[in-house]
């Protein structure tokens, strides 16, 4: 077996032990290794000429994103009544997501755009922060 077939193995089985409730198919499609074609109904996409190295990344991608999302409920759940109140850059230090919005802000507009709206800040808002370098 070569390395980036372990590798693929190895995230499968890390998110398998996180997600045991999980079936093996549920676990192909979150994971990204199986694909649906985008503006499609339900017809899935040809992965036969993805190379390992693209399907690792997809994978590792989205275990990023799970992290995310678990990070950024976690963070908010305890202030979410008292954030409406408050300026974007005083929720997001309340939270304790400034830095991973930052991060996100210039590497991943769709990771940022997820915190800001789970911090309650307006589309138009958004749009705004994301556009300006």
């Known amino acids: 077996m070569n390395p980036s077939h372990q590798k693929i193995i190895d995230l499968v089985s890390e998110y398998m032990e996180r997600h045991p409730e999980q079936r093996f198919a549920q676990i192909l499609f979150n994971l990204r290794i199986n694909e649906f074609k985008e503006g499609t109904d339900f017809i899935l996409r ?10 690792q ?68 808002a958004i749009d705004q922060m994301l556009s300006s370098k």
């Open 46 to 55: 040809d992965i036969y000429n993805d190379s390992d190295e693209a399907i």
């Open 57 to 124: 990344k997809r994978m590792q991608d989205r275990l990023i994103w799970f992290d995310l999302q678990q990070k950024v409920n976690r963070n908010i759940k305890e202030f979410r009544d008292s954030l409406p109140g408050m300026t974007v850059n005083e929720r997001l230090y309340l939270t304790n997501l400034m830095d991973d919005f930052d991060i996100y802000r210039l590497s991943n507009k769709k990771f940022a755009a997820y915190i800001l709206r789970e911090l309650g800040v307006d589309q138009e």
